[in-house]
C-alpha cells in the first residue's frame, strides 16, 4: 500500500512483545482478594502510565477469598485511593458471587448450567464494546476461571473478542493445577477447550522486593501511596502469590523469556482437582509462559512510584521465574 512517499505495511500490526497482546488491548481484571500482592496497584498505574487500559474489575468469592463483600470493599478501596490520587478512567469494582460450575453428566461442556454471573455478563458487554478483529480484550485472571468460563456459556462468540492470560499452575509441566488451577476444574476444562487463545503464566517471583519497608517514606504522598504502605505487611512472601504477573505478561515488552505454544488434552479423564493436562503443539494457539524476566517487576513499579531502583544482590540472578522447556521467542 502505497502513500505519499513511503510504503506501509497494511496487513501486519506487530505486537510491541513476544506474546501476540501487549499494552495496547485493553484489560477486564479478575480477581478474588485484594491484599497479598500487587496486581491492582499494578494495574491503576501501567493503566496511567502507558500500560494496558483497565476496562473492568471483576472480583469473585474462592475457598480463601470466600466473602465477596469484604473482597469488594478492598477493591472499592483501592479505586477510591488511585481515582484521588489523580489517576484517570479507573472503572468501578463489579462483585460477582457465581459459584463453582459443575460438569454436567453426559460431560458436555455445552451442557454445563451456567451461572449468568454478573462478571460474566460484564464480559461479554465489554468485549462487544470494545473488543476489535485486531485489538481483543484481555481478561487478566488471578483467581478461578469461573466467571470466564460462565462468559462462554452465556453467549459462545464471546470467545472470538476475548483472550485469557491467567496466573495458573506451579510449573511448567503443563499442568492447570494450584495455584488457581484447582479451584474450578470445570471451568478450567471450558477455558482451556473453547476459548481461542488461552495463555497461562507458570512463572513466578519474589514479589516482597517490589516495594520495601524502608521505600515508606518516598512513597507518593497521596491516598494512594498510603494504601500502599499499609498493605505491605499483608504481601505474601511466596512466589506462587504473585498474581501479579498475569498482568506483567501482557503490559511489560521483555517480561515473558520462554514460552510454548499448548493445547488441552481434552482426551484425558476429567479430575476434580485440576483442569486440563496442557500438551506441546506447535500449531497450538494457547500458549504456557515458563520464564520470565524477574527484576522488570519492580523497577516499573519504582518507576511508576517514582521511588529508587531496587537494590541489587550480586548473588541473585537478575532474571528469575519458573524455569521449564520452552521455545524461546
Not at 199 to 207: I, K, L, M, R
Not at 299 to 327: C, H
Request: proline residues 8%; aromatic residues 6%; hydrophobic residues 40%.
Amino acid at each position: 500500500m502505497c502513500g505519499c512517499t513511503e510504503t506501509l505495511d497494511a496487513g501486519h500490526d506487530h505486537t510491541h512483545g513476544v506474546l501476540p497482546v501487549d499494552e495496547r488491548n485493553p484489560i477486564i481484571l479478575y480477581e478474588d482478594g485484594w491484599s497479598g500482592d500487587w496486581i491492582g496497584e499494578y494495574a491503576v498505574l501501567l493503566a496511567n502510565n502507558g500500560g494496558p487500559p483497565l476496562a473492568g474489575i471483576i472480583t469473585n468469592t474462592t475457598k480463601f477469598w470466600n466473602d465477596v463483600n469484604a473482597n469488594a470493599a478492598g477493591w472499592n478501596d483501592l479505586v477510591m485511593a488511585a481515582r484521588m490520587s489523580g489517576l484517570q478512567n479507573i472503572p468501578d469494582v463489579t462483585p460477582s458471587t457465581g459459584a463453582q460450575l459443575v460438569r454436567p453428566a453426559d460431560g458436555q461442556i455445552d451442557s454445563t448450567t451456567p451461572n449468568h454471573s454478573a462478571g460474566a455478563q460484564l464480559i461479554v458487554d465489554l468485549s462487544n464494546e470494545l473488543s476489535h478483529p485486531w485489538r481483543k480484550v484481555v481478561v487478566t485472571a488471578g483467581t478461578s476461571l469461573t466467571d470466564i468460563a460462565d462468559a462462554y456459556l452465556v453467549d459462545h462468540s464471546v470467545v472470538d473478542r476475548v483472550i485469557v492470560v491467567a496466573m495458573v499452575g506451579s510449573g511448567s509441566n503443563g499442568a492447570m493445577v494450584a495455584p488457581n488451577g484447582d479451584m474450578d476444574p470445570w471451568a478450567d476444562w471450558i477455558v482451556a477447550s473453547k476459548f481461542h487463545q488461552y495463555f497461562q503464566v507458570s512463572a513466578y517471583y519474589d514479589q516482597t522486593g517490589d516495594v520495601t519497608s524502608a521505600d515508606i517514606p518516598h512513597l507518593p504522598q497521596n491516598p494512594l501511596g498510603d494504601r500502599i504502605a499499609s498493605k505491605l505487611p499483608n504481601i505474601i512472601n511466596v512466589p506462587m502469590a504473585a498474581d501479579q504477573v498475569a498482568l506483567l505478561a501482557q503490559a511489560l515488552p521483555n517480561f515473558v523469556q520462554a514460552f510454548q505454544p499448548v493445547s488441552p488434552d481434552t482426551t484425558a479423564a476429567f479430575d476434580s482437582k485440576q483442569g486440563p493436562p496442557l500438551v506441546s503443539d506447535s500449531s497450538g494457539t494457547d500458549l504456557m509462559v515458563t520464564q520470565i524476566a524477574a527484576s522488570q517487576a519492580a523497577v516499573r513499579f519504582r518507576e511508576m512510584l517514582m521511588l529508587q531502583p531496587p537494590a541489587t544482590d550480586a548473588s541473585t540472578p537478575a532474571d528469575g521465574g519458573t524455569d521449564g522447556p520452552g521455545a524461546s521467542p
